[in-house]
């Protein structure tokens, strides 16, 4: 595919990671900055443009006459959207807009057409998604959906006193039920798709898959708290945490935000009169006590800058038992960010650069590939894709013992007509089945592509 990103910032950037690594497309970026741009250009073998992307001559120069999509993701909605307008007049590619404010967000759909949109994504909102969904689970540190929401994929720590420590796979398969499948398992820096002879240790970060209702059967069986929280306080009032807490608000579950520009903790109260917005320093450790921080069931915090809320998250740890949410904007420090054991950290650019490599590999579909959904796990080491399953397929109808599958690459669930398999070595996947596969192995474009 020719695909051109507009606006090389952190999210362009990281678009710009994410699609090479595709090794299928050809990819140009556009930035009024020089040095940016070359930077790009020399780092993952890519076409550049410096110039502005409201200016048609520099998007013909960039090729959008002939581009099958364009990503606008510079840090202006208006110029997001202009620029997407501009490229359906100058060519016929599709486009995706980065919009962030909620007020352009509510009335988008009404002309989404007319400016030639096939998909809107707005960091804050999407990150908000990602929390809420966590603070459903609190136990589990990422979930990823499947199957419209029927199929999960769960990762969570082993504790030296959790019964799966020291066990292997096949052993707590027989033990805690076998609706669940470990699909893999992080150690340290390396990770693996294991088998049943893997042994589980203290420290590992586990990945299942199941349906909700045998992931919750599971975690029961194992020790592990599986209602959602009842209360949470946010610190930094900012968009995502007005997209967060109205999510929250509709769950059932009780807010408190933690904001301390005065005129904008007004706005919240105004956006959100069932939530209790304190007009505080969030950073203070004595705010944070008198607010209840040690008797809260979760703790989110989205400051807009990420020392703050890794020292708030570390500090919350020793004051709480509850649920802990760490915004991290940084990528380049994730590493370090890792160590920390933060529980559960959310990177929006990183979520939102996933959510568009979804939607490429989605396009792809439609020109020749089976690919419904696809997911990064094990901290971005692996895949986990959901196929659809032809006719003519070359793993239909044949028992799962006898298929000949890449290593690194395990055939993790079975959904056929909404029952959820968990598959065994004398299963069969029949055409329209859809099924979920985890492997190392980046870029698989079809079902076949897991094979020897």
């Not at 199929?151 to 707590?172: G, H, Q, R």
């Not at 419904?372 to 986990?384: C, P, R, V």
């Amino acid at each position: 595919m020719n695909i051109i990103i507009v606006g090389c910032g952190k999210v362009g950037q990281k678009l710009a990671e994410k699609l090479s690594q595709e090794k299928e497309h050809n990819i140009t970026v556009i930035d009024l900055r020089y040095n940016v741009v070359q930077d790009l250009i020399n780092e993952y073998d890519i076409m550049g443009v410096c110039g502005s992307c409201s200016d048609l001559d520099t998007l013909t120069e960039a090729g959008v006459e002939t581009a099958d999509l364009l990503i606008a993701a510079t840090g202006a909605d208006e110029l997001n959207l202009l620029t997407c307008f501009m490229a359906k007049k100058a060519g016929e590619c599709q486009t995706i807009a980065r919009v962030r404010n909620p007020e352009y967000a509510k009335e988008l759909h009404i002309f989404k057409e007319d400016l030639g949109l096939a998909m809107i994504i707005n960091p804050e909102d999407t990150a908000a998604r990602e929390i809420a969904r966590i603070l459903r689970f609190p136990s589990v540190i990422k979930i990823d959906t499947f199957a419209k929401g029927r199929i999960e994929i769960l990762k969570f720590k082993v504790s030296a006193d959790s019964p799966v420590a020291n066990m292997k796979i096949a052993d707590m398969s027989m033990k805690f039920g076998g609706d669940v499948l470990v699909c893999g398992v992080e150690r340290g820096e390396n990770a693996y798709i294991p088998n049943g002879d893997f042994v589980i240790e203290n420290g590992d970060f586990v990945s299942i898959v199941s349906s909700p209702e045998g992931s919750v059967d599971f975690f029961k069986k194992i020790g592990v708290k599986t209602n959602r929280v009842k209360d949470t306080i946010i610190v930094g009032g900012g968009a995502t945490a007005y997209y967060l807490a109205k999510r929250l608000i509709s769950a059932g579950i009780r807010v408190k935000i933690i904001e301390q520009n005065a005129l904008r903790c007004e706005k919240l109260c105004e956006l959100l009169p069932k939530a209790s917005i304190i007009n505080a320093d969030g950073t203070e450790n004595r705010v944070l006590l008198e607010e209840g921080l040690d008797k809260a069931e979760s703790f989110v915090t989205l400051t807009n800058i990420d020392e703050e809320n890794v020292l708030l998250s570390l500090f919350a740890k020793t004051k709480m038992k509850g649920k802990i949410v760490t915004k991290v904007n940084r990528i380049a420090y994730d590493e370090v960010i890792d160590g920390l054991d933060l529980d559960t950290v959310i990177y929006p650019k990183n979520i939102t650069a996933d959510y568009i490599v979804r939607f490429v590999r989605a396009k792809k579909n439609s020109m020749g590939s089976n690919i419904e959904t696809m997911h990064l796990i094990l901290d971005g080491k692996a895949e986990a894709l959901e196929f659809r399953i032809q006719e003519n397929s070359p793993i239909a109808n044949i028992p799962l013992e006898q298929l000949k599958l890449k290593d690194n690459t395990r055939i993790a669930c079975i959904n056929r007509k909404g029952v959820i398999i968990t598959p065994h070595g004398k299963d069969v996947i029949k055409p329209k089945d859809t099924v979920i596969v985890v492997t190392t192995h980046k870029g698989s474009q079809d079902i076949s592509d897991i094979l020897l």
